[in-house]
């Protein structure tokens, strides 16, 4: 088989490129490892910046989110019963979107699939080679039989744990990573939101986020040790600990519903330099984690298929490389302001295991000079809106 791009990975990364290109005319082939149910059953991010908003309508995307997704212009920061405003749309001008990372990929694979793109699923033993050429090649396996796939770039949107990072020679890259000493637990349940927008909350007992997808439809979030696992919270023992780290007014407004699907995700800041290697570029999760504080996983790997989506644009309609060549530099300017702002909110708002009484003056201090700084809430805003691309 022979294509334009080659794209590893039918995650939104994966498939947003792929939409946007072969909207222009670019031939895309997409392979995957997972099946489709199993893509569309990961529960994961929930706000979208409006860059990603007005890329997934660029991509012709955006129907079903105008309708379903909620803006908001705001959003609320507590230190135990002190709650802070940040009204993003009288500081910066830009709301954001809530709308569920499953409801991107099952828009994007609906108008893949409109496309006529091929989308190989349950491929495994992936293996890419020939990089340093004009023909690189990627082999796999399906159904038992090993296949080859032509093309003439690929775009290594396999997240964290793909083949494509590795691929790039280990003294060819370098690694920057922080792992933070505790998980976020989540759940889902079918339930009214607490607040018309999400609260970060920090207590002594440690941080929650009540988050939301819809009228009736709530994910919450509480900081847990590593060691936990999602079985050792019972609905009960997770609605009880969620309200005893909001403030009282917000607890009061806790309406319980069985929880539908609960998880237990890591924390880690991850970059991997360089984004490019010969004719490969990673893009997404496959080169970046962010810990999930401040929304930016999904908006960071949409940022990089924006640039990586005109870069390929120019080298394949207008034959110049030179958008190609600054794939990597662009993207990771973007990409450590993302990291720095996600640090920085992981640790205003955590509880670190045998930290000192000084942290938590900081994380109250950080929290009052928001309530009195305009200039200190307009930073955060323009941070967690989104940076310009
Ligand atoms: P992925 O979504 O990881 O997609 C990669 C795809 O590649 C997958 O479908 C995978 O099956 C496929 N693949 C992997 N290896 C191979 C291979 N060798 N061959 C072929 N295919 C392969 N972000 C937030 O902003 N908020 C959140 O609350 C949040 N929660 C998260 C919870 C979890 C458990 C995780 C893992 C991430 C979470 N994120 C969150 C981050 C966000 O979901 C990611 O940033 C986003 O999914 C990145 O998209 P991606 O397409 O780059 O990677
Ligand atoms: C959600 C997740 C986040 O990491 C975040 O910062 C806000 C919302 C969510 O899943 O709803």
Redesign the pocket.
Known sequence: MKTQVAI???????LLLSQLLNRVGIETVI????SRDH?LS?I????LEWGTVELLREAGCGARMEVEGFTHDGTILTDSDNMVHIDFKALTGKQVMVYG?TEVTQDLFKAQDAMGTTIIHG?ED?QIHDLDTTAPRVDYTVNGERKSLSCLYVAG???????SRKTIPEEKRREFERVYPFGWL?ILARTAPIDDELIYANSEHGFALASMRNANLVRHYIQVPLSDKPEDWSDERFWAEFGRRLPASAAAKIVQAPSIEK?I?PLRSFVSEPLRWGRLFL????AH?VP?TG???????ASDVFYLYHALFEALKNGSEKAVDNYSERALNRIWKAMRFSWQMTTMLHRFDGEDVFAAQMRAATLKHLAESETARRDLAENYVGLPY
Request: aromatic letters at 2%; proline letters at 5%; charged letters at 15%.
């Open positions: 590893i990975g039918s995650g939104p990364s994966g392979l995957e490892r997972s893509v990961r994961r991010a929930g706000i990372q491929v992936v949107c396999d997240g964290f744990h793909g083949v989540g998880s995700a893009v997404g999760d496959a984690i999930p929304a930016k996983g999904l908006n960071l790997a």
